[in-house]
Structures are given as C-alpha cells and as structure tokens.
C-alpha cells in the first residue's frame, strides 16, 4: 500500500543522509531540489521539463496564489496539480514569509497578518487557520506551519518573542490541519524551526515543535541576510536538533555551495529561485563556477555550458549561441538558461545522493568546492 | 537524387494550388506558412516544438542577423542552421524592407542603402551584392533578392521608379547569388515583383523578373498598410502574372483569413509575425475567431484554447490556466499561446492543402469564413 508519508534513510555519510519519502502522489529522492512554482509555474519552463530535468516535488507559494488567481478558485478548477499539469507532490509554503516581505500594510498580531495585497490593495487576513485552508484549497502534498521570519540580525529578545509566537501558531497549524478531514489523510505537516542564529533559541524551537509532532521539520529564519558562514555555523547545530527520523528541510536555500555544504551539515530538502531567476539574466551555473553569458569571451565559444551535464540545452546548444540570446533580450535565452540550471541543480542533487549512499561525501564535497569555487 | 529545388504542383482548385518544392535539406508542402525566426529563434519556442507543430521551413532576417550577431560571424560558427539547431530549409529575406524601416538615417541610393544599425549607431552599407553575400554567409537556403519596398500610398511615378530600380537590384541579385560558388548550387533564389496596387507596374515587374528568371517570385510591397480589401484587389491580377510553374509568395502575410483569401487567389507561401507576436500579447487564434485570454470570462473556462486543435497547448491546458498565466506576465503564457497559434497556423495550411487536393476550396474558404469571421 503506498504511503501518506514514509521517509526512509537508506545511507548516511558523516552528518550527511540520503533516502526517500513516500507520498501518495509519488516518491521524493533526498537531498531533494524542489524548483520554486511561485503562481503556478516554475517560470520559463514547462512542467514535463521540469520532470525531465529529475525534479520529484515543486513548491507553490502561498501568498500568490491566494492573491491570484485565488485558492478557492484553484479549487473550484480541481486543484493546483491539475491547473498546472504537474500530478507529483507539491509542497506549498505557509504564505508567511511573503506576507511579511512583499505586501503593502502589513499588520502583526496574535491572532495573524493583516494586509494589503501588492497587486491590487485588497485587504486579507491570514492566520495559522486561514494558511491551513488555503494550502487544502490549493490540494498541497506537503503543507507548512504559518509563521513569522524575523531579520536575523534583530535583537535576541525580538527574535525569542517571535520564535515563541510562531510555536504558538505552529500549534494552531497542526490543529488547522488536523481539522481539513480528508486532505489531512492525504497530505503531511512540516513545522518550521526559528529562533535565527541562536542555539538556545533553536532547541527550544526544536522542542516545542517535536512535542507538537510534525511528519518533517523545516530550518525558518536562514538565507536572509546573515551570510553563508554564520548559516554554516547555525547548520552546524540546528540540524541535529530536530528528530533524526524525520526530512529537514531548509527553506529558501541557495546557490549550489550553499547546497552541498548544508547536505555535509544534515539537510535534506532545499528549494530556492536562484536557478530559474539567474536563468532569466543569463547565469548558468557549472561544475566550474557560474558564467555570465552576456560576456563578450562567449560569443565565438562554440562548446556547450557545461561538459558534463546531461541537460537538452548542453546537448544541443553552444555558449556562442546562448550569448547572443540573451545579448538580444530573446526569450528563448531565459527557456534554456532556466532549463540547464534546473537540470545542473538537480544533477547535483543526484550526485550528492550517490556520494552519501558510496559513503565518500566529505571527498566529493571538498572537490565539488575545488572545482566550483575555483579553491583546487 | 534529391533536388536543389523542384516545384510540383499535384492539385488545383479554382486558383489555389498545393503541391511540394524539394530541396537538398527537406521538403516544403505547398501552401506553406513559414515561422519568423527574426533574430536566429522563432521567438519563444525550440526548433523541436516549431518542426512538431509543422512547419517545413522557417525564415531569418538578414537586417537583424548582419548586426547581431553579424553575417560573418554565423559563417565562423558553422552557419545559421547549425547556429540554432534548425536542419530544414530556411528562407532569408534580403534585408531591403526592414533596413527602410528600422534603422536610423538610412540612405537611398542606386547602390543600395547606407545606414545606421538602430541598436549601437554603427554605419553599414547594404547593397544587392550584399545582401547576396550575408545570405550565403548565413547558408540561406531559399535566398531573396535585394529591393526596395515603398509604401503604397505614394505617388504612382514613385512608385514606378522604385519598382524599376528593384528591379536593376533583381538582376545585379540574380548575378551576386550566381557568383556565390558552391551555395549557388545548393540554395534557391527569388526574384520580388514591386508595383503596389498597379496592375500595369506588377505586370512589367513580373515580365522584368521572368526576363531574368528565378526559382520562385515574391509578392512584395503589400501587407503595408493597404488594407485587405485592396490587397485581395491586387491579388485578383498580379500571381497569374508570376509564372504559373514557379511558387508565388506573398511576403509579410497575415492573418488567418488573409492567408485563406490569397491561397484562394493562386499564393503558395506565407511569413508573418502575427501568430508569435500575438502569442506573446496573449491573443490566440481558433477556428472561431481570435481569443483575448487576458479577458475575465476565461477565469474560469475549464475547456482548451481551440476544441479542434491538436497542439500541446490544447492537450494540456484550460483557458483558465492560460488566462492565470498572461494576467500574471508569466513567461510560460507567452510559450503556451505562441506554441497554440504556430501549431494553429499549421493546421490551418494543412487543411487548406487537403482542401484543394480534394478540389472543394471555395466550400472549404467559405466556411472558414462563416466560423471564423462570425459571418455564417
């Protein structure tokens, strides 16, 4: 019988882990890659790419869609999977973080977030309830708690009343959850950690979420700002933390070094815009560092971006070409930009998953930083 | 032994012809619509999705291409099929039109055009023999001929004095492409009848052209802003001026009822930017008119773009999606409607080719009309 929510760990290497998680919609490799599907799309590429590319699970972001076109309208039109023809698990965010960030007006209370929508001013309320109904309207495989981000350089007393609210809805999340019926058989809950850079801070997080239970705990309040070595030196404790039995997930994480070094600290889930947003303006990401295709040393460079990487784009197309795409402004340039860096995310994914299950992950994540940071 | 390029009409009905050109990279069925891939990229869609939703042949531009990223250096690259990974025939204009219309300071003279590229100032010059060289550096295989386009609302002595220099440009074209070596054995060159909406000039032009003899004649100089009415007027005289056994094609054209119209009256090739620029402004083309998708009452339309058509856009997806993604600037909006309109247009010339083969078009073009304009 297939699973609502099985995660097994098949190997480890170090602090590093690689296994699946069972869903009923499918099966999800970790570390995972989830490409960010912010309205719906994971933008400039089609879903059967996106696949193709090695992709299990997607994520949607909560806030936009509830803005447009509506969660009870994606309802009424069958559900995110099948508005946007992608039948694999995807895990949407609680709306949370980007209410916080991107709407007008916005006013925090116990009780939640009141706000202006940015496209259109309309007034919205959301809670840890409301983001639960949201995420069922939406048909979400994996739903997170609604909670708050705080900046993590705000005072310690700031982000202690912060993390402490944010468990007080995380509590009302699971309640939420529990109470959508039969989505809450189908789907799982995944609680978010918070409490910024401080270890105290996080193991109390940790605590009160465990004594909450989740199916799949995600690290909250990194990638905002604090730099790679203090992200590295709270992944350094947060991880292990949080109960060994379950997906840690590391929200909004980052560009491939980010990537490897959080797996060598215990992640095992990621999901971030750079490869599709860096895609739109001509980066491209390689085994040997980033390239920026508008320089001028490609245009006569007839060789793919990468050597190694197996996506349709390197099979296909020359540097010398995909300079003058994105020299021209053509669209075509962002299509197999985006398509390559998706697809190199998602071989490093698969590489790292091979390391971990071969037991040589501290080799592979030292020559991976001497190839890709130029540090060999 | 494959041909360098033979014309076969296999049916008539009433005026309209289908039938095939062979050429050395591929066939092209007849009545033919030829994707616009302006800048070495039919906007928006990879050359697999262009050959899948059947086009045999697609056309570059010469303007933009010596300019960016220059005739000479798409040679060095190993030409423009190679370049952007398209194997079939590629028809280049000569640059004429839109070295009038889009470039800065541009001068007429007998020699050619001196001019300033509209995207960095720089000088060049085009001339018949130019033109003929950059089409032969970008390994064009249907080449045209280097001519003036005046529009036609000038003056007629106007008029007929550019219609016979174009027709000087013809013969110094007809020489620079002979002179091209070992090109010349494998590509195609078309002469351009001029004349605007004169009977008496289209008829010297075709006579000066046949005089001088081509692979297939172009209909140039409507499509300018004349209306359909008076381009139909013109096209009631001026293809039965062309040679009967040699394609006509009519240049920049247009609409779906302005294709049907013309292949009504004896035309047999087409290029247009409409189906991708309108592609991308989120108008879609059906069997029942044009759709605006950003319109509300698709918000929450469940069924396809077009309930007849057979392209991965109406497999896949609602109008209701569609409508989400154009109101939302999404990128993939612009790929969904593009791919739709040139799979659409597709469909289209090949219903129209089994409708003369079968010589019943006049029923065929009547209905169309009927659904389409909302005439019946």
Known sequence: MTKRFDFTISATSGAARTGTIAMLRGEIRTPAFMPVGTAATVKGMKPEAVRAAGADIILGNTYHLMLRPGAERVAKLGGLHRFMNWDRPILTDSGGYQVMS??????????????????????????????????????????MAFDECPRADRPLAEIEASMEMSMRWAKRSRDGFDAGGEHADRAALFGIQQGALDEN???????????????????????????????????????????????????GVGKPDDLV??????????????????????????????????????AEDTGPLDDRCTCPTCATYSRAYLHHLIKSGEMLGA????????????????????AIAEDRFAAFAQRFRDTYLGTG
Chains 1, 2 share one sequence.
């Open 261 to 298: 070094g959080a797996v060598e600290r215990g992640v095992d889930m990621f999901d971030c815009v750079l490869p599709t947003r860096s895609g739109r303006n001509g980066q491209a990401f390689t085994w040997n560092g980033a390239l920026n295709l508008r320089n001028a040393r490609f």
């Open 201 to 251: 801070l996080r193991r109390r997080s940790a605590e009160a979420l465990t004594e909450i239970g989740f199916d799949g705990y995600a690290i909250g309040g990194l990638a905002v700002g604090e730099g790679q070595e203090a992200m590295f030196a709270t992944l350094d404790f947060a991880p292990a933390q949080l109960p060994q039995d379950a997906p840690r997930y590391l929200m």
């Open 102 to 143: 991107l709407s007008d007006l916005n006013k925090l209370t116990e009780e939640g977030v009141e706000f202006r929508s940015h496209l259109d001013g309309s007034k919205h309320m959301l809670t840890p309830e409301r983001s639960m109904e949201i995420q069922r309207l939406l048909g979400s495989d994996i739903v």
């Open 335 to 354: 299509i197999l930009l985006t398509e390559h860096n998706i697809g190199f995310y998602q071989q490093l994914m698969a590489a790292m998953r091979e």
